[in-house]
């Protein structure tokens, strides 16, 4: 190897790694997929909690294990520490998950603040533990007119921000007033067909990713600066 990076004198050679396939091989997990499910508004009859409940009807048709968190009562980020219950109930469910599924409505051409805040409440690490990091996500958005896509766009944004593995298929209802019935289950159309796909794709890629997220995310930046920090630690002189 260290003769192979001759042309590259900044790589580290005891850190550099040749992806190979046979690193995905390994042992695979028998336990239903674990999907975490958000939505981003608290109106009695919020679209974006009808559309995730949908979602978890077919997740669970499908063979997987849900949560949907309820973000009623969750402080503003900064209004509070992370020990109000709220936010732990949300963090634990962001480890217990293996992927998840944001919706949220589009309002003033955005995602809304509910739906931020509930984002913002997950750390990118906590201690050793990276909550999201190379986790599965879909992304979907109900609009109240005309179809829009300003939310999702956001949610892909905070998704690669959170180190998650955003699915590329994604859902905008628009018109959501209409596509529902009274009791709450959603008509059938194009779009309830796309939450099919949607849905289908995340399970797809969680069985495919959930197994092998420790090496997919590996990164060579991190493995050079942790062993820095190592020989910083082992080389200091005892006080």
Not at 46 to 57: K, P
Not at 133 to 161: E, H, I, P
Not at 181 to 205: A, H, Q, T, W
Request: some cysteine; overall charge neutral; proline content about 6%.
């Amino acid at each position: 190897m260290t003769n192979q990076l001759s042309d590259l004198p900044n790589v580290q050679p005891d850190q550099f790694d040749c992806p190979q396939i046979n690193r995905l091989a390994g042992p695979t997990s028998s336990h239903p997929p674990r999907i975490l499910l958000l939505y981003g508004s608290l109106r009695d009859r919020s679209y974006s909690r009808l559309v995730i409940e949908e979602c978890q009807r077919l997740l669970h048709t499908m063979g997987a294990e849900t949560r949907v968190f309820n973000p009623s009562g969750l402080p503003l980020p900064d209004d509070s520490d992370d020990s109000h219950p709220k936010v732990q109930e949300l963090r634990e469910l962001a480890i217990w998950s293996e992927g998840q599924v944001w919706c949220s409505p589009e309002r003033h051409g955005a995602m809304t603040g509910i739906m931020k805040a509930q984002i913002d409440w997950i750390p990118l690490s906590s201690g050793a533990v990276r909550p999201t990091q190379g986790k599965t996500l879909a992304v979907m958005q109900v609009c109240g007119g005309s179809q829009s896509f300003n939310a999702v766009n956001q949610l892909r944004v905070l998704g690669r921000w959170m180190r998650m593995l955003t699915i590329p298929n994604q859902s905008s209802v628009a018109k959501a007033f209409l596509e529902f019935e009274d009791n709450g289950r959603m008509k059938p159309s194009g779009y309830y067909n796309r939450i099919v796909d949607v849905m289908e794709e995340l399970m797809k890629f969680t069985l495919l990713v959930r197994d092998n997220s420790h090496y997919l995310v590996d990164r060579y930046s991190e493995r050079v600066e942790s062993a820095e920090q190592l020989m910083a630690r082992v080389n200091q002189r005892s006080l």
